[in-house]
């Protein structure tokens, strides 16, 4: 027996579809829109269309993600991470887009001082693409900030092997063995940094620290904070370093310069050939020591010392402009003889 179905409800039923297709097709075309909108910049108006969006289909991951990513490029971190948190949350997520809200999220924690969070944040991204370099260094800064500086130093390393010719990790795989007391690390690392990004805005700083540690400093411990304890292996490499420097510092100069030169030289060279004989952090062993040994034999040195020292000597512009063949040369060799 055949049971007849009203044609009334039958309507009823098709308004019904017809209404729930057409929200859902306005929606879609509303996430569309603000997504344009983001692409050009106009964040204001794109995040219009995505809370119009939210308002037809309040489950729409898309459109809560476009939306904290609109509200993030206006400076609204912290508007924007409720809508991250539910799309993570969401069940069936691909893994491209969990890896980006979780960094999403970590960078907006970190900005707000929330280096926990960031942190726990940045490493759920990376369980997701271990691979990937912006999540790397974001979490190498929040580690630093959060003066949890061996752990820096891992993920920095990770970066800079992720994407060798980035400037950033390499300055902040500097700073983060600074602040651990390995001068020659250090040093190294801000000498790459620096080759890297000679006139930056942090080259500046930079150049100062490589001046500091030449000069014997050692940055201060921040208050409250124990003095780092300096394993045998980095004593030695800073022994080197102080030997080497205080060998030059025995000659007459007139001008700078030509001594920095020297002291990089006499630096390069004493401790890599000191990592030769080292067992202890690879990276620093196998691939910054060794390069720069190599540089310090090659006849290039002096115009890399010019180079690096852009940002601190106004000499130095004016010495590789006027030595067009040695800063080719020097150009050439590091494109050959890469890290």
């Given at each position: 027996?055949?049971?007849?179905?009203?044609a009334r409800y039958?309507?009823?039923?098709?308004?019904?579809?017809?209404?729930?297709?057409?929200?859902?097709?306005?929606?879609?075309?509303?996430?569309?829109?603000?997504?344009?909108?983001?692409?050009?910049?106009?964040?204001?108006?794109?995040?219009?269309?995505?809370?119009?969006?939210?308002?037809?289909?309040?489950?729409?991951?898309?459109?809560?993600?476009?939306?904290?990513?609109?509200?993030?490029?206006?400076?609204?971190?912290?508007?924007?991470?409720?809508?991250?948190?539910?799309?993570?949350?969401?069940?069936?997520?691909?893994?491209?887009?969990?890896?980006?809200?979780?960094?999403?999220?970590?960078?907006?924690?970190?900005?707000?001082?929330?280096?926990?969070?960031?942190?726990?944040?940045?490493?759920?991204a990376l369980k997701?693409?271990?691979?990937?370099?912006?999540?790397?260094?974001?979490?190498?800064?929040?580690?630093?900030?959060?003066?949890?500086?061996?752990?820096?130093?891992?993920?920095?390393?990770?970066a800079i092997k992720?994407?060798?010719?980035?400037?950033?990790?390499?300055?902040?795989?500097?700073?983060?063995?600074?602040?651990?007391?390995?001068?020659?690390?250090?040093?190294?690392?801000?000498?790459?940094?620096?080759?890297?990004?000679?006139?930056?805005?942090?080259?500046?700083?930079?150049?100062?620290?490589?001046?500091?540690?030449?000069?014997?400093?050692?940055?201060?411990?921040?208050?409250?904070?124990?003095?780092?304890?300096?394993?045998?292996?980095?004593?030695?490499?800073?022994?080197?370093?102080?030997?080497?420097?205080?060998?030059?510092?025995?000659?007459?100069?007139?001008?700078?310069?030509?001594?920095?030169?020297?002291?990089?030289?006499?630096?390069?060279?004493?401790?890599?050939?000191?990592?030769?004989?080292?067992?202890?952090?690879?990276?620093?062993?196998?691939?910054?020591?060794?390069?720069?040994?190599?540089?310090?034999?090659?006849?290039?040195?002096?115009?890399?010392?010019?180079?690096?020292?852009?940002?601190?000597?106004?000499?130095?512009?004016?010495?590789?402009?006027?030595?067009?063949?040695?800063?080719?040369?020097?150009?050439?060799?590091?494109?050959?003889?890469?890290?």
């Open positions: 027996m055949t049971m007849k179905i009203p039958l309507f009823t039923c098709m308004l019904l579809l017809i209404g729930l297709a057409t929200r859902a097709q306005d929606a879609g075309s509303l996430i569309m829109q603000g997504t344009q909108l983001s692409n050009a910049g106009n964040y204001s108006a794109a995040t219009d269309r995505f809370r119009s969006a939210l308002a037809l289909d309040s489950t729409n991951v898309t459109a809560k993600y476009q939306l904290a990513f609109a509200l993030n490029a206006m400076g609204k971190g912290t508007t924007a991470l409720p809508y991250l948190q539910q799309v993570v949350a969401a069940p069936g997520q691909t893994p491209a887009v969990l890896s980006t809200s979780y960094g999403l999220m970590a960078g907006i924690y970190d900005r707000s001082g929330q280096a926990g969070q960031a942190i726990t944040s940045y490493q759920k997701i693409d271990s691979g990937n370099y912006g999540l790397l260094y974001g979490l190498g800064l929040a580690y630093f900030r959060d003066r949890q500086y061996a752990q820096a130093e891992r993920a920095a390393i990770k992720a994407d060798p010719g980035q400037a950033g990790s390499m300055r902040l795989y500097g700073l983060v063995t600074f602040h651990q007391n390995k001068r020659a690390p250090a040093l190294l690392s801000l000498c790459y940094f620096l080759w890297l990004e000679p006139k930056g805005p942090h080259s500046e700083e930079a150049y100062t620290n490589i001046q500091s540690i030449i000069q014997g400093g050692v940055l201060k411990a921040e208050p409250g904070a124990r003095p780092p304890r300096t394993d045998a292996a980095n004593l030695a490499f800073n022994q080197a370093l102080t030997g080497s420097v205080a060998a030059v510092n025995k000659r007459k100069y007139i001008a700078p310069a030509d001594r920095f030169t020297d002291q990089l030289q006499a630096i390069f060279t004493s401790v890599g050939t000191l990592a030769q004989r080292q067992t202890g952090e690879p990276f620093f062993r196998t691939e910054l020591a060794t390069f720069f040994e190599r540089l310090a034999r090659s006849g290039h040195i002096q115009a890399f010392a010019r180079s690096i020292a852009q940002a601190g000597d106004s000499g130095s512009a004016a010495w590789l402009a006027s030595h067009e063949k040695e800063t080719a040369a020097l150009a050439e060799w590091m494109k050959v003889n890469k890290r």
